[in-house]
Every structure is written in C-alpha cells, then in structure tokens.
C-alpha cells in the first residue's frame, strides 16, 4: 500500500492498495471517538479530490471508507461547534458544507463502499448514507443511528434526505424521531446496510466487495414489504403515515420539541422533489432548529451528561468490585441485586424471611424476561445473569465481598441494627452503603466501628429503569468509599452525582416543596386537572398530584412530615395532605388517591374533594396555569438555590443532571438552574 496523504489535525488518511482500491480512514489520536471536527471535513474534502484524480487518471477504482479505531467508526458531528452558530442562516450554511462535501462521495466516478465497525451515529451515518453500498460488522459496539432529534435539530448532512428514500418513510421515520440506534441485525433488516460480516472479515470483504462492484458482480439489496411500499410510494399512504407520526409525537411531547415536528415536515415537502432540492429544504430546517431555544438546551444538557459519565471522584482510586451483597429483598434490593448481575457481579442477596427472597428473585427474572423478549439478550445469558444472584437468609461468604448495599425498611433503628450486623460479618475493606430515601446517613455511620467505609447509595425507583444514583457523603465518609461507590454506579450505567449528607439529599429535597405547592394549590381550590394539567404542560413527565399517587400517599405524608420537621414553617405540609390521612387513601398501591387506577387510564378521583373536608373551598376557583406553574416550579428553584447555599452539590450543573434524571424534569429546558437563568432574577 502506498500512503498518499496523512494529516494529523484532519485525523483522516488516503491509502490506496496495489489493485486501485482507495481507503480513506479516520483515525484522530486526541479524542477516543472520531468526531467530525471542521478540520477532519476539510481533510476530508482535500482527500476526496486525491481520489477524484485517482480515478480520472485510472489509479483508483473503487474506495472504501473505514475507521482507524477497533470498534468505533464515527460518533458524529463536533457538539461542541454548535455553540459557536448564531443564526439560522449560519446553521443553514453549515449544513450545506457538509452536505455537498457528502455529495461528492454520492456523485463519485467510482463505487465507494461504507466499512461500519462499532458506533456511526449522526455525521458518520450520513457519510454511509451516501456510499454504494454498506458493510457492517455484527459486533455488540456496532450500532448505526441519527441521534440528532435528542439535540432538538434533524439530521442535517443529508440523513434526513437519503434514509426515507433508502429504506422508506416508516422505518426511517422509527430511527430518526427517535434517535435510536439499529444493530447489525436490525440495520440489514430495514435495508439500512447491505451485508453484516463478522468483525474479523470487515475490511477483507469490504475489499472484495469493491471489486465486484467494480466488476458489476453486485448489487445492493433492498426489498420494502408491501405495505411499506403503499404507505411511502402512494399519496394517501404517506398523508396517514406522516399524520399518525404527527399525532404521536404531539402526544408524546405536547408539542414542545420543534425537532420532530419539524422533521415530519421536511420529509413531508421534500418528498420527489430531485435530491439538491430535498437537501436545500433540509439545511434550511436545520438551520432554525439548531438556534432554538429547545436545542441550545439539549446540547447543553447533552454536555453536562457527558461531563459526569467521564467524571472521577475527586482523583481517588476506587477499590474493583468483583463481589457483592445486598441485605433486603424488597422492590429496591431486588432490582439492585439484578442490576449488579448484568454486569457480572456476583451478588448474595439477603433477606430475613425466604418468600421475601423468591419475590426478590421473582422480580429480577422478570426484568431479565422483559429483556429477552426484547431481544436484548439470549435465554442463555439471561440464564447466566441470573445464576449471580444467590438468595441468602445469613451473612455467609459476606467476608469475601467488597460492596454492600442495604435497602431494609426505612426505619433508622432496624437499618442501625443490620448495619451492625453487616459489617461484623464483612472483612476490614468492605465498604457499605445504604439506599436509604430520607434517613441520616451520618447517624447510621456512628454506630459502625469503620464509619469511614460507609456512604449512601440511594437508587430511584424502578432501579433499572431510573438513571440516577446519589452518591451520599456523611461526615465520616472516606474518599475512597465515595469513589468506589461512584465508580460502582457508573459501572451500572448510572448518573451518579456525589451529594452531602442532609434531609431528603438532593432530588427528594427540591421535589418536597414543588409536591407541597400542589397540595396548597388544591387547598386555594384549584382542581386536580388543573394542577396536574398545567405542570404536564411545563414538561414534567407527571403532575404533582399523580406523582403523590405513585408515591404512595402514606409514604408521601411520612416523608413531608420528616421534611418539615427538618426545614420547619417553608415546608408545613397543606391540609389537604393531613386531611386525607383519615380517608386511607394509599394512591396508585392501594387503587385510589388523587386518581382512580380501576382502568388502565386513570382517571381523577372527584369523591377526593369531599374527603378533603373544610381543607378545600367548597366551589373549585380557576387558578390560571401559568400562576400554578410559577407557584410550583418557583418552589423547586428556591429549594435548589438552597442546597447550593448549603454545599450539597458541587455546582448548578449536578443540580439540573440530578433533577433531569431522577425527576424527568423536562431536558428542554436544560435542567432547573439552567431554566431558572434563563428567568432572571
Ligand atoms: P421493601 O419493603 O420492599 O423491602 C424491604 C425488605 O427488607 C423486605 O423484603 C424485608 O423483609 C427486608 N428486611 C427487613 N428487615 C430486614 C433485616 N433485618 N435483614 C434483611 N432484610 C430485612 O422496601 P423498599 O421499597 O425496597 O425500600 C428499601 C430501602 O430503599 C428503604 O430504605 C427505602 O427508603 C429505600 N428506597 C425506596 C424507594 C422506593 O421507591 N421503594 C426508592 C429509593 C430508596
């Protein structure tokens, strides 16, 4: 092979092997991923005109586009150059660089094939996109997809354009409103790529391909199910596709991402129209996506999170953790115990009582199934998994482990009694932690004769499916135990954000007075419809009211109770609250709270006014959605501005991660703090 161009910055080289084939190959050495930096565009192009010359005076026949790095092809665009946009008209011009740039790849002389191994998202599927023909190796890291909606833009480079005409509307449609990722498997079932190799033959048959391509001897497959066909190629099958995606994503968003609504659009007109058109009305798009408030959000949010998952604790080494415990088998200890098994930790889960074992096992098989069905893993692995998870009813072989979890009841005189017990049975460098919601992780860490072992790891419910941890430092919290149990969470996939210890941490602390406000805003005579109705509208995921139901009233009114008595007259619990506790009323557990759960859609509880007594007006008063909206959101941000104040986080940016992953405050707005900045004073 003869290398004919290298150039560091632009972190692509040319080579071109002995039978004319051309590799061009993207290997930056400073960042893990490739990115599409401008420079590696720019080298790009410079390259591209190499290969032009190439194949005029007849040197190269075909080119293959592949990356340098195993198992990472290309990550997409550089995020970080997005900032640097002003207008629409810039984003638009920007977007027309890159397409033209992925044109001449389109309008090459000569076949050019994509070599896909491990991640190609964004900017990286686009350039596949406009190949010939696409090879993919079927490894677990090779995943294909046009994340761009999450950074509330659309695929600009010409991915909004190429895919619905390569594989139809409706599968295109499955990838790019979602942002989600196709495997090899899928890929090659959507026609998204031609072949899937094994990765040990990627490149060998990616130049054989070359060849035949040259020669003729192939072709790309691509056959669209019939209905498929009718629902992309005919006018009517394309209004109602266009339109129920139109309906799903106003009701999932209410509205408020202009990316998705947006795409639809772009599909919509530039659908025939010749591919220079199509791409026109596409950068024109992206253009005023990308200057959107909702974007500048979501790349901000999308920053901060890629922040913390490189985060370290504070330069400490974390102890490995091989081995693992976790005492209580309850909801929490359950899925806890499952979690570590996924990632190949072996894990005694222990109980006092054998039926609250098979529930804990019971629940973890569950989620494997839940898996499996969705194919994400085979019954053999979940098999596996599974077989991590040894149900215990005493502290045997806890000696060898290096990580304990207790999730027992919220009591403080149980969870002191078997944290004794606990580390008693541990060896000297086990560290332990509690999931406790609410209670003092200091106290629990003055009875234990290595307090310094001991933090809090308090998980959200449901474990798997609730992405953050906090990481709880008490007052005599190690470093070492702190970043072990950070390390542990990343390990899990979470976003651990490290919190001091005091009532209700973080999220619970911030959420208190926002629950409350609801519960006062009911007392002043609002409806629940209302309540809830204006705070969906904001973007949370739920409305107060329903999130007391999920709750569980009882907890909910424990809970405030322990809050007040910690923060005093700003967090007295509404009468309303009080008052339901005659009405046994339990939420979502129990059937009936705020909502009825008789139906698969709950529907309010309108008995609840005349349960709640003198504690509301007796004739409902319209409060306007913007005053319950302020009222309750007003509540979370002047908690949070508190918890800054008293040095329980870091900084604004672990306050608004915190609330987007353990809350679903809406990630449009880019988390709390950010939201309230951008209110002022
Ligand atoms: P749960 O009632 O479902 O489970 C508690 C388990 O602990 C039961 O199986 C019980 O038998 C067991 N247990 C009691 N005493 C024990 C002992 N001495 N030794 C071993 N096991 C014992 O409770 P949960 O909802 O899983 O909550 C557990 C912990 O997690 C609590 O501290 C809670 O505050 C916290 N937490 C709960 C949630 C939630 O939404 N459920 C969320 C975050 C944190």
Not at 253 to 276: C, N, Q
Not at 336 to 344: D, K, M, N, S, V
Not at 517 to 544: K, Q
Request: with cysteine; charged share 25%; proline share 5%.
């Amino acid at each position: 092979m003869t290398q004919s161009e290298t150039d560091s910055q632009a972190a692509v080289t040319l080579e071109v092997s002995g039978d004319g084939v051309a590799w061009i190959v993207f290997d930056n050495h400073e960042s893990r991923p490739n990115i599409l930096t401008r420079a590696t565009m720019e080298g790009l192009s410079r390259l591209l005109d190499e290969v032009v010359t190439g194949a005029s005076a007849g040197r190269i026949r075909a080119l293959v586009i592949r990356s340098g790095k195993d198992g990472s092809f290309i990550a997409g665009a550089d995020i970080n150059e997005f900032g640097g946009v002003t207008t629409a008209a810039e984003g638009a011009a920007g977007a027309r660089a890159g397409q033209q740039l992925y044109l001449r790849i389109d309008r090459m002389p000569i076949p050019v094939i994509a070599a896909i191994d491990g991640i190609c998202l964004g900017g990286g599927t686009e350039m596949a996109l406009a190949c010939d023909y696409r090879i993919a190796s079927d490894r677990p890291e090779t995943k294909i997809g046009l994340p761009e909606v999450r950074l509330g833009i659309l695929p600009g480079f010409g991915g909004t354009t190429r895919l619905p005409r390569l594989i139809g509307n409706k599968a295109a449609l499955d990838l790019i409103l979602t942002g989600s990722n196709a495997d090899a498997r899928k890929a090659l079932k959507v026609g998204l790529i031609d072949e899937r190799v094994h990765p040990a033959v990627l490149y060998d048959r990616a130049h054989a391909a070359a060849i035949e391509l040259v020669a003729g001897k192939l072709q790309n497959v691509k056959s669209k199910p019939l209905l498929n066909r009718f629902l992309d190629d005919t006018g009517p099958g394309r209004k109602v596709l266009l339109s129920q995606a139109k309906k799903k994503v106003v009701k999932e968003t209410r509205g408020k991402y202009p990316a998705p609504l947006a795409i639809l659009d772009v599909i919509d007109e530039s659908h025939g129209r010749p591919i220079e058109e199509a791409l026109d009305i596409e950068a024109g798009a992206l253009g005023r996506l990308i200057v959107t408030p909702e974007s500048r959000n979501l790349v901000h949010v999308f920053q901060l999170m890629e922040a913390a998952k490189k985060a370290g604790a504070h330069g400490v080494k974390p102890h490995e953790v091989q081995r693992a415990a976790v005492v209580g088998a309850g909801v929490m200890g359950g899925g806890i115990a499952q979690l570590f098994a996924t990632r190949g930790i072996v894990v005694r889960m222990k109980d006092i009582r054998a039926d609250a074992l098979s529930n804990g096992l019971r629940h973890a098989q569950e989620l494997f199934d839940k898996q499996i069905k969705r194919r994400k893993m085979t019954k053999r692995e979940a098999h596996q998994q599974m077989d991590r998870i040894a149900p215990v009813l005493d502290y045997n072989g806890f000696r060898l482990v290096d990580v304990v979890v207790e999730a027992v009841i919220e009591r403080m005189d149980v969870k002191k009694q078997v944290l004794r017990e606990v580390e008693s049975a541990c060896g000297d460098h086990t560290i332990i932690a509690t999931n406790t919601s609410s209670l003092s992780v200091s106290e629990m860490q003055s009875v234990l004769s290595r307090p310094a072992n001991f933090c809090g790891m308090h998980f959200f419910n449901p474990v798997h499916k609730m992405p953050l941890v906090e990481v709880v430092r008490g007052e005599q919290s190690s470093d070492e135990s702190v970043a072990t149990i950070f390390a542990l969470a990343k390990r899990l996939d979470k976003i651990p954000v490290i919190v001091k210890d005091g009532p209700g941490f973080l999220v619970n602390r911030v959420l208190a007075p926002y629950l409350n406000e609801a519960g006062w805003l009911l007392s002043d005579g609002a409806s629940i419809e209302e309540i809830d109705g204006a705070l969906l509208d904001f973007g949370m995921p739920m409305g107060p009211l329903r999130l007391l139901d999920e709750v569980g009233l009882d907890v909910a009114r424990h809970a405030g109770t322990s809050m007040a008595e910690a923060f005093g007259q700003r967090l007295t619990a509404p009468p309303t609250i009080l008052s339901l506790e005659a009405s046994k009323l339990l939420g979502r557990k129990g059937g009936k709270g705020f909502y009825s759960y008789a139906d698969d859609e709950p529907e309010v509880n309108q008995d609840i006014y005349q349960m709640l007594g003198a504690s509301v007006p007796q004739q409902r008063r319209t409060i306007s959605r913007s005053d319950i909206e302020t009222r309750a959101v007003f509540a979370m941000i002047n908690e949070a501005a508190r918890v800054l104040e008293d040095g329980i986080v870091a900084g604004p940016g672990d306050i608004d991660i915190a609330m987007i992953t353990g809350t679903g405050f809406p990630p449009f707005r880019g988390g709390l703090l950010r939201y309230a900045d951008s209110i002022g004073m």
